[in-house]
């Protein structure tokens, strides 16, 4: 069972760096408040026994009332947590914008990262603790927080996934899962298929093993700000050919439109931990081509996970032809490269034609989506004008 607590403090109470605990309330005191917006703060629990943090805006500066605003789920992607939607100033924020033009916004923060470290039995110093992959995010994480707005609100909300939150979203879509519960969701930076990623720091580490390499040592969990995070990078940038002066465009490409000012506190409040076997993970769908569940390592391990000696596949092409999907991508992008899109949309080809929106934003890299100054203007308001078109 989900079980919800509402937090209302003061924007005096708390801030924005916050520990391993729970107390989610820093984005609301820190970032949500301050601004003039309501802000409330959830808990969800898994099935597989994580508690969640999500964080609401129920409604914009102007007020109004809350009892029939359209909810909108945010997910987040790799690396990072819920705040990556708070970043600029309302005007360029997703989360904000969202909230003026009259939508319930609930932002979600996956397990491990700051604001959701906790679980019904498990430390995070415990290996178990983080023993998952991307695979768990869309089997157990997903149908939680979607299901408990689904709960809360009494309506089929829209999804917004940028990054890993769409192969989330696109994997839990084609086993059937949520497709009940969402209007339509839009996949900023989608992720799926990872062959022709560019990205120097991406490739390297998966070709050369590196989250293996961390898993062979013992490292469950992968916090980019830490001892494992500097000893990773280090491996990685010692391979010939990658240039990690510039770690952030190395890493997703080179964005057009960010502020120094938004870069700066992406860096300093963004970079969250994940799993190790996340990790692992992307560099088997970079690897093979295709994408499947974790394999993990040998015939026995995944006969015992799977029933078969490797890990069953997602089939795209599975997700339901009339779920509305907005698919916005950058010319740009070195992790979610314009060919790797161009494979996800062969798979959509069945899709109902007035069902799938394809936006290629050519001088946008992979972060210009959430953080750009010009999101707004470029994408957002497509993609409010698409849920309108879908609610």
């Not at 964005?255 to 799993?275: A, G, H, I, R």
């Not at 972060?367 to 999101?375: I, R, S």
Request: hydrophobic fraction near 40%.
């Amino acid at each position: 069972m989900e079980r919800a607590k509402v937090m209302t403090r003061s924007a005096t109470e708390s801030h924005l760096e916050g520990g391993g605990g729970g107390g989610g309330d820093g984005v609301c005191t820190a970032v949500v408040s301050p601004q003039g917006y309501e802000c409330r703060e959830y808990e969800v629990k898994t099935q597989d026994g994580y508690i969640l943090t999500m964080h609401r805006i129920p409604q914009g500066r102007g007020g109004g009332s809350a009892g029939k605003r359209q909810p909108v789920l945010l997910q987040h992607g790799v690396l990072s947590d819920g705040t990556t939607w708070l970043l600029n100033p309302p005007q360029q924020s997703l989360a904000f914008v969202l909230a003026d033009k009259g939508f319930d916004v609930w932002i979600t923060h996956g397990r491990g990262t700051r604001w959701s470290r906790r679980h019904e039995s498990l430390n995070t110093s415990d290996t178990a603790y983080w023993a998952w992959s991307w695979d768990e995010l869309a089997s157990y994480d997903l149908p939680a927080t979607v299901g408990f707005v689904f709960q809360q609100t009494g309506q089929k909300l829209h999804y917004v996934g940028h990054s890993m939150g769409s192969l989330t979203a696109l994997s839990a879509f084609s086993e059937g899962k949520l497709v009940d519960k969402i209007k339509s969701a839009a996949l900023l930076s989608p992720v799926a298929y990872l062959t022709s990623m560019t990205t120097p720091i991406g490739r390297a580490a998966a070709t050369a093993f590196a989250g293996e390499m961390l898993g062979a040592l013992g490292v469950a969990e992968f916090d980019p700000k830490g001892a494992v995070g500097t000893m990773f990078l280090e491996l990685v940038c010692a391979i010939p050919g990658v240039k990690c002066y510039d770690l952030m465009a190395s890493l997703t490409g080179p964005n057009c439109c960010l502020n120094d000012s938004t870069v700066d506190m992406f860096l300093k409040y963004e970079l969250q931990p994940t799993s190790v076997r996340t990790l692992v993970h992307f560099s088997q769908t970079f690897r093979r081509g295709v994408i499947t569940k974790y394999d993990y390592g040998s015939s026995t391990a995944n006969m015992a996970a799977y029933g078969q000696s490797s890990p069953p596949e997602y089939h795209m092409s599975n997700i339901p032809h009339h779920l509305p999907l907005m698919l916005c991508y950058g010319g740009g992008d070195m992790l979610s490269d314009v060919k790797d899109v161009q494979l996800l949309l062969n798979d959509l080809s069945n899709h109902d034609a007035d069902k799938l929106v394809a936006q290629l934003v050519n001088e946008y890299a992979h972060l210009d989506f959430v953080m750009g100054v010009n999101a707004e203007q470029v994408v957002y308001d497509g993609l409010i004008a698409f849920f309108d078109k879908h609610s």
